[in-house]
C-alpha cells in the first residue's frame, strides 16, 4: 500500500472517530431534518451547552457539519448530507445483525 493510500485510510478513520460517540451521532440525525442553532440542539439532547459545544466542534472539525452565524446565534447543519444515508447504511447492518442473532436464539 502505497502513502496516498494509507492517508484516505487515515482521513476515514477520522470521520469514523468522529461519529463514534452516540451524542454525536444523534446530532447528525438531528441535523438531518433543517439546520438547528445551538440553543436547539441543546435542548434536544438535555446535554450542557460546553458539552454540546465540544462535540460539534468535533463534527466540524471532521467536515461533517458546517456552520452559519446570524446575529447572536451560531447554527449548525450537515455540510455533506449524504452521511445520513451513511447512518442510514449502518442501520440495516445492525437490523441484520439482530435478525442473524435472533435466527440463531431461535435455532438452540
Known amino acids: 500500500m502505497d502513502n496516498r493510500e494509507k492517508q484516505k485510510y487515515i482521513l476515514r478513520a477520522e470521520?469514523?472517530?468522529a461519529l463514534s460517540?452516540?451524542?454525536r451521532l444523534a446530532i447528525v440525525d438531528y441535523l438531518e431534518e433543517r439546520e438547528r442553532c445551538v440553543c436547539?440542539?441543546?435542548e434536544y439532547l438535555g446535554e450542557k451547552?460546553?458539552?454540546v459545544s465540544r462535540h460539534l466542534a468535533t463534527l466540524r472539525n471532521a467536515?461533517?457539519?458546517?456552520t452559519k452565524k446570524e446575529g447572536l446565534n451560531i447554527y449548525y447543519r450537515l455540510k455533506t448530507p449524504c452521511v445520513s444515508s451513511f447512518l442510514g447504511c449502518i442501520d440495516a447492518v445492525i437490523k441484520e445483525q439482530h435478525e442473524e442473532k435472533d435466527e440463531l436464539?431461535?435455532?438452540l
Open 105 to 107: 436464539i431461535r435455532s
Open 40 to 42: 436547539e440542539i441543546v
Open 21 to 23: 460517540s452516540p451524542v
Open 63 to 66: 467536515g461533517i457539519v458546517e
Open 15 to 17: 470521520v469514523f472517530k
Open 49 to 51: 451547552q460546553s458539552s
